[in-house]
């Protein structure tokens, strides 16, 4: 599965990270890079994650390699959201992005990509995070449903079956 994150956005969910950021950003983004690397070496996971850099010097987008994570910085007058945007218009439902912005999202699901939210995937990830510490691996929950059952939309279904594939 191949995952794009908007970096930042889901930095400022994961608790601790987000105080750190405050402090410390290019250690809160390493951290979270860290985060995410074990979890692809777990899952097998493709990650793109995408951090804003348009106050930056550089007119071309960058790219580099953390582990196997590819780390992709827009270019200087472009935000973080608009190249997010730009992947979804080219790969549709070939991607799945992870990002609480609306307007994101909004344009992700239009093209055909499913969307988790960050608090979503940052469950996810702290999931992982206590299976592998405790060395047991974490319960999936049941869902509860109340009354007949019910057809969700398509771009729900999409979004739950991209995070139980997680």
């Known amino acids: 599965m191949r995952i794009i994150?908007?970096?930042y956005n889901l930095l400022r969910?994961?608790?601790g990270?987000?105080?750190l950021a405050c402090k410390d950003l290019k250690g809160a983004r390493e951290q979270l890079l860290k985060r995410l690397e074990s979890y692809r070496r777990a899952k097998g996971h493709s990650f793109e994650v995408v951090f804003d850099a348009?106050?930056?010097d550089s007119l071309r987008q960058q790219e580099e390699?953390?582990?196997g994570i590819k780390v992709i910085y827009s270019p200087s007058g472009q935000k973080a959201d608009?190249?997010?945007k730009e992947i979804a218009r080219t790969y549709g439902n070939g991607i799945v992005v992870v990002t609480s912005d609306h307007e994101v999202a909004d344009f992700a699901s239009a093209h055909g990509s499913p969307v988790i939210t960050a608090g979503e995937f940052e469950k996810k990830l702290m999931e992982f995070s206590h299976a592998k510490d405790?060395?047991?691996s974490a319960e999936s929950h049941p869902s509860k449903t109340k009354g007949p059952s019910r057809m969700l939309k398509k771009k729900e279904r999409r979004s739950r079956t991209a995070l139980r594939n997680l």
């Open 82 to 84: 608009e190249v997010i």
């Open 54 to 56: 348009w106050r930056g």
């Open 65 to 67: 390699r953390f582990g």
């Open 17 to 19: 990270l987000n105080r």
């Open 134 to 136: 405790d060395a047991v």
């Open 13 to 15: 969910h994961i608790q």
């Open 5 to 7: 994150i908007d970096g």
